[in-house]
């Protein structure tokens, strides 16, 4: 089935196309100011709000991010957080714990608009292929796939940005600003060197957002039904970020050995992944893991709070949890009388 031109047609009959389901927006703002649902301007201001959560989470916390990348690169001379913290500031400064913040912002910012963007629109759009009773029954493939797909084409948005970062934070050799860094890339090693560290990325972030999503879609759902007493909208922003937060510690223990070949393969520009990953051995690809647990389980929570606060800003529906659709449920009452 193709994607009709009228909006209206992509999320008839689809378990995640709801009425606005926002108390701030409900009480603040009439019907007819709320964005529709499934529209191009929709997925837009998505994609903005994606862009937002991720590259202002992202450029919070750098430095984490830096010790986090020495770790894995180096571990014999940077032994823990605090330790690597230490020496990064002895010998190089405070300053330095703010090295690379540039490809960072630009880099995730990318992502987080092709994440949060492309994740709404698959969402809808493998719904309406396969009709509400499946999607519904299917819901946590349909997630999956969903955010799978938008990672898939926002890592390519985000690959020139990391392996610039990775360079800048951890080569002796590099300049330290983006565009002398992105200047010596390119001169040794072409537009090549910038996308050399794309397949693992995808290891990486594809499991990871996969996960993230899915899990943060099935956990809500699980809560508003046997945990929690009321409606998402009336539910205190505290009481949502506890979710993700969970979510976001086990995604990051889900992605972190390819996390850790991403940076191996940035640092080291002969190795390819195989050979990564055979030098670390079972134990080397977890290093680093504690620094990213804390980082990716605070970025998690503050991206969905930060995500969730464009939506009302700009009146966007904000679904509640899919329902079963009422044919499917006559169905299964059929099915039980005979």
Same mark, same amino acid.
């Given at each position: 089935?193709?994607?009709?031109?009228?909006?209206?047609?992509?999320?008839?009959? #689809?378990?995640?196309?709801?009425?606005?389901?926002?108390?701030?927006?409900?009480?603040?703002?009439?019907?007819?100011?709320?964005?529709?649902?499934?529209?191009?301007?929709?997925?837009?201001?998505?994609?903005?709000?994606?862009?937002?959560?991720?590259?202002?989470?992202?450029?919070?916390?750098?430095?984490?991010?830096?010790?986090?990348?020495?770790?894995?690169?180096?571990?014999?001379?940077?032994?823990?957080?605090?330790?690597?913290?230490?020496?990064?500031?002895?010998?190089?400064?405070?300053?330095?714990?703010?090295?690379?913040?540039?490809?960072?912002?630009?880099?995730?910012?990318?992502?987080?608009?092709?994440?949060?963007?492309?994740?709404?629109?698959?969402?809808?759009?493998?719904?309406?292929?396969?009709?509400?009773?499946?999607?519904?029954?299917?819901?946590?493939?349909?997630?999956?796939?969903?955010?799978?797909?938008?990672?898939?084409?926002?890592?390519?948005?985000?690959?020139?940005?990391?392996?610039?970062?990775?360079?800048?934070?951890?080569?002796?050799?590099?300049?330290?600003?983006?565009?002398?860094?992105?200047?010596?890339?390119?001169?040794?090693?072409?537009?090549?060197?910038?996308?050399?560290?794309?397949?693992?990325?995808?290891?990486?972030?594809?499991?990871?957002?996969?996960?993230?999503?899915?899990?943060?879609?099935?956990?809500?759902?699980?809560?508003?039904?046997?945990?929690?007493?009321?409606?998402?909208?009336?539910?205190?922003?505290?009481?949502?970020?506890?979710?993700?937060?969970?979510?976001?510690?086990?995604?990051?223990?889900?992605?972190?050995?390819?996390?850790?070949?991403?940076?191996?393969?940035?640092?080291?520009?002969?190795?390819?992944?195989?050979?990564?990953?055979?030098?670390?051995?079972?134990?080397?690809?977890?290093?680093?893991?504690?620094?990213?647990?804390?980082?990716?389980?605070?970025?998690?929570?503050?991206?969905?709070?930060?995500?969730?606060?464009?939506?009302?800003?700009? #009146?966007?529906?904000?679904?509640?949890?899919?329902?079963?659709?009422?044919?499917?449920?006559?169905?299964?009452?059929?099915?039980?009388?005979?």
């Amino acid at each position: 089935m193709g994607i009709s031109a009228d909006f209206t047609d992509i999320i008839k009959n #689809n378990p995640f196309k709801s009425p606005l389901h926002s108390a701030e927006c409900a009480s603040n703002t009439k019907a007819a100011d709320t964005v529709p649902f499934g529209t191009a301007k929709y997925y837009a201001i998505c994609a903005f709000g994606g862009m937002l959560s991720c590259g202002l989470t992202h450029i919070g916390i750098v430095p984490l991010d830096l010790i986090k990348c020495r770790i894995q690169v180096n571990p014999e001379k940077y032994k823990g957080i605090i330790s690597g913290f230490r020496t990064t500031i002895a010998e190089e400064g405070g300053r330095a714990l703010a090295k690379g913040w540039a490809p960072t912002f630009i880099g995730y910012s990318m992502q987080g608009l092709g994440r949060f963007g492309l994740y709404e629109y698959f969402k809808v759009f493998y719904a309406d292929l396969i009709g509400e009773e499946l999607a519904y029954q299917w819901r946590t493939t349909l997630y999956l796939a969903a955010a799978a797909s938008g990672e898939f084409f926002a890592d390519m948005l985000l690959a020139p940005m990391e392996a610039t970062k990775v360079r800048i934070q951890t080569s002796p050799t590099a300049p330290p600003y983006l565009r002398g860094c992105v200047t010596m890339i390119y001169k040794s090693e072409g537009l090549s060197g910038f996308f050399k560290g794309l397949p693992p990325l995808w290891m990486r972030q594809i499991p990871y957002t996969m996960t993230k999503f899915a899990c943060f879609e099935r956990t809500v759902e699980l809560l508003y039904k046997h945990v929690v007493p009321k409606p998402r909208a009336d539910c205190t922003k505290f009481e949502q970020l506890v979710v993700t937060f969970v979510a976001g510690v086990f995604c990051a223990i889900v992605s972190h050995p390819a996390d850790t070949v991403v940076s191996k393969l940035n640092q080291d520009a002969g190795a390819s992944a195989g050979q990564i990953l055979k030098k670390l051995g079972p134990f080397g690809v977890w290093s680093g893991l504690v620094p990213r647990i804390i980082m990716i389980g605070t970025i998690a929570a503050l991206q969905w709070l930060i995500y969730d606060s464009v939506k009302v800003a700009f #009146n966007l529906p904000r679904p509640p949890p899919p329902e079963m659709p009422e044919s499917l449920k006559k169905k299964l009452e059929a099915a039980m009388k005979k």
